[in-house]
Every structure is written in structure tokens, then in C-alpha cells.
């Protein structure tokens, strides 16, 4: 099922058949270094499952990212109820396989979620926790307008404390991407 499009991408919610597209990135360190372990094949299907579940409650989740031009899948991003430091927020994500890096395609998958968010759900903020070192998704957040706020989280990720910051985008502040 279609979810949105943007110029370039269309946005659809996923199924076990894109299992394998998907672990071709998530099972790729290199992709997933944030997270520091890549996915199994079940893994990937677990987190399908957990996303499925999302579009039922929610109405959002993690979405395939598939380029419009000729249907290949680039990576995914996600529109989702969360908590984050201890607060219920609309958040959003994005993990995009490194053969598409630097194409703008996470920039551009987030804004659209964005726009939708906004428009949708009249909400006054989204927010995103990132790791420090991820370099690249900072740059995508930024370029979305998304401000830090100086907070810093620990999740515990397969028994590994991890500290994220948090960023924050307000629908006043959001120029489009």
C-alpha cells in the first residue's frame, strides 16, 4: 500500500516480501555502525512485524523508500509514536543503504513524513534521537531544521548502554526540507 511520495521516492508500508531488500542494508555494518550490529534475516522479519503493528495502532511506522523511477528499494523511513527521555513524542527515522548515500533520498523521505505529520496530525513537534557519532543522520536532521536541544539519553541496545541526543523540529521552524 502506498503511503506518499515525494519527487523522487515513493513511500509504502512493508511487508515480509521486502525482507530480503531490507536486510541487504540492515544486515551491513557499515549501514547499521550506529546501532553497532547488523540484522539477521529474522531480525529483519521481527522488525517488519513490529512495524506492521505500528500501521495498525498509529497509522505510521518505518516505510520502504523505493525510488519512483524504476521501483528500487533505497533505504526506509519511519513516522512513529515513541517515547523519548522519559516523553511521549511523534518521532522520526531514517536508515538508507550506503549505495544511495548522499543522494539526498533521507533528507528528502523525512521531510515528506514531516510535511505529513504535521498536516495530519497537527502536531507542534518532532523530535529524533541520534547517536553522536552518526555524522551523516545529524546532517540529515539539520537539514531538515532540526535543532538540538542539548539532552542526552541512554538506551540500552542488546545489553549495550548507548547515549543518543535528542533533536527537536517545530512545524513554525520546518522550511520543507
Not at 9 to 23: C, I, K, V
Not at 149 to 174: A, C, I, N
Request: glycine fraction near 10%; proline fraction near 3%.
Amino acid at each position: 500500500m502506498e503511503f506518499l511520495q515525494t519527487p523522487r521516492l515513493t513511500l509504502r508500508q512493508m511487508t515480509e516480501q521486502d525482507a530480503p531488500a531490507l536486510l541487504h542494508f540492515m544486515g551491513n555494518l557499515r549501514v547499521m555502525y550506529a546501532w553497532e550490529y547488523a540484522f539477521t534475516e529474522e531480525e529483519v522479519l521481527a522488525w517488519i512485524a513490529r512495524n506492521q503493528e505500528r500501521y495498525a495502532r498509529d497509522g505510521a511506522g518505518y516505510f520502504l523508500a523505493l525510488r519512483r523511477e524504476d521501483g528500487v528499494c533505497v533505504g526506509q523511513a519511519g513516522l512513529m509514536r515513541g517515547e523519548m527521555a522519559g516523553r511521549s513524542v511523534w518521532e522520526l527515522g531514517w536508515i538508507f543503504d550506503e549505495a544511495f548515500w548522499g543522494n539526498g533520498y533521507a533528507t528528502e523521505a523525512a521531510a515528506g513524513l514531516a510535511r505529513y505529520a504535521f498536516a495530519k496530525y497537527g502536531i507542534s513537534d518532532l523530535w529524533a534521537d541520534i547517536r553522536p557519532e552518526n555524522t551523516s543522520s545529524i546532517a540529515v536532521a539539520r537539514r531538515l531544521g532540526m535543532r538540538p536541544t542539548g539532552e542526552r539519553f541512554v538506551k540500552l541496545v542488546r545489553g549495550k548502554e548507548m547515549p543518543h541526543d535528542v533533536y527537536r523540529l517545530s512545524r513554525e521552524e520546518f522550511s520543507g526540507g
